[in-house]
């Protein structure tokens, strides 16, 4: 349903130091970038995320975040923790959301600009 979701940052380059090390820990990469804008997703040219240089740019507000798909929860431990050392702040570290499902394993962290972001697997030993 959708093709790819773009967010408003304030620092293009903090932003990116942030998501490359929170979303390659899932797997995903850069696969275009200008001065105005990088793509993130997993094959050149087909953007899942982009990030848009916006002096003015602000997060949604409560109740807004986005979801990512995690291989295994190694890869939710690692997005957790690159997301950390590249400037975000912990909003939940990893561990089993059992009000979500038994099997939900997730961690959530704000990036520079406020947006919250989530790596999530499911499954009985994922």
Do not use: W
């Not at 040219?45 to 003015?56: N, P, V």
């Not at 807004?64 to 997005?79: C, G, L, Q, S, T």
């Not at 400037?87 to 009000?99: A, N």
């Amino acid at each position: 349903m959708i093709h790819h979701l773009s967010l408003g940052v304030r620092d293009l380059n903090a932003s990116a130091h942030f998501y490359d090390g929170a979303l390659g820990a899932l797997g995903f990469r850069r696969v275009f970038e200008d001065d105005e804008a990088i793509g993130y997703g997993l094959n050149d040219d087909e953007d899942i995320l982009c990030l848009k240089q916006r002096d003015t740019a602000s997060a949604p507000g409560p109740g807004f975040h986005i979801a990512f798909a995690a291989p295994n929860r190694a890869a939710v431990d690692a997005f957790h923790a690159a997301g950390l050392r590249a400037g975000g702040t912990d909003h939940g570290g990893p561990g089993l959301r059992e009000d979500y499902g038994p099997h939900y394993y997730a961690a959530f962290l704000v990036d520079p600009d406020g947006h919250r972001i989530e790596a999530v697997v499911k499954g009985p030993s994922a």
